[in-house]
């Protein structure tokens, strides 16, 4: 039998919250699975399924952590999350390995269980949480509370043709701050929590305050003043980079209509419910 799940993409950080914030979208990787003599994997990239195959590492984590046996799969993926960097490409894997080997034992592991073998694979919570809970999720040393915000926001990708490395772009920033950034940062993300709930469209610029991330990645970021300019003249509120970039995010109250040649530009709205069976 042929079971069909989706996992949506995710964007970390929200700007203001460096490892602690993060949002899933109605953008997806649609998943198909069935029961083989062997592995086999459709629609997916050749050089990570020989070097580094997230969905099957995640399987078998899974199948190790029940003790039991794995049986193998045909596992054919729709790939729309794009590959930039930012939207929880290999969350979204990560995440599918897991509730494939879910689906094919029973439904034997709960959401929460799902979480800590995901974060045993990779230690981003801020995407990985989302893209199993979806809605906001914020994390605290590993613990997730979902928030429930406004539904009137509207979210834009922007999405470039490079890949920025995520060790890459953490070994960039500061690794000490001062107590008025720190100050700054918690401050602001409080009011950002509270103008996502309210649809507060004063406050929820604050989402641009970062101090942590922002200032030493946006480097990386070809043109990201340039495109950050763009935005808040074609109607976005806020604009920041996604997870460690190189997508990045633009916040506003109606769909925007950004046409360029240099990236691509997609309207989205969140994603409430998280990977599930279609
Ligand atoms: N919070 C992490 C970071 C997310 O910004 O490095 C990585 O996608």
Redesign the pocket.
């Known amino acids: 039998m042929t079971i069909k799940f989706k996992v949506p993409a995710t964007s ?2 929200l700007g203001i919250g ?3 914030m ?1 949002i899933a979208f109605n953008l997806y990787n649609f998943f198909e699975i069935k029961e083989a003599n062997n592995w086999i994997f459709e629609g997916f990239i050749e050089e990570e399924i020989k070097k580094n195959n997230l969905f099957l590492k995640s399987y078998l984590k899974a199948a190790k952590y029940k003790k039991i046996k794995a049986k193998p799969l045909l596992v054919k993926l729709k790939s729309n999350i794009p590959m930039c ?2 939207l ?1 490409s ?2 979204s894997l990560i995440v599918a390995g897991i509730y494939a080997f879910n689906l094919i034992n029973n439904n034997c592991l709960n959401k929460d269980e799902i979480f800590k073998i995901a974060l045993s694979i990779e230690k ?1 919570p ?2 990985i949480a989302p893209a199993i809970y979806g809605g906001l999720c914020i994390i605290n040393n590993n613990e997730i509370m979902k928030i429930k915000i406004s539904n009137k926001w509207h979210f834009g990708l922007w999405i470039f043709n490079y890949y920025i490395n ?1 060790e890459k ?2 070994n960039i ?1 500061k690794k000490e701050i001062s107590i008025d950034d720190a100050v700054n940062n918690v401050s602001s993300a409080l009011f950002v929590l509270k103008a996502l709930e309210d649809f507060d469209i004063a406050n929820i610029k604050k989402i641009m305050n970062d101090k942590i ?1 922002e200032p030493y ?1 946006k480097k990386l970021i070809k043109k990201f003043n340039i495109y950050k300019k763009m935005a808040l003249q074609n109607g976005a509120l806020a604009f920041v ?1 996604s ?2 970039g190189s997508a990045c995010l633009s916040i506003s109250d109606k769909d925007l209509s950004i046409k360029e040649n240099d990236f691509k530009y997609i309207n989205v709205k969140i994603d409430k419910d998280g990977v599930r069976n279609v």
Do not use: E, P, V
């Open positions: 970390a950080n460096f490892d602690c993060g960097g930012g929880g290999s969350s981003h801020d995407n995520t772009a953490r920033i991330h990645r980079i997870g460690s």
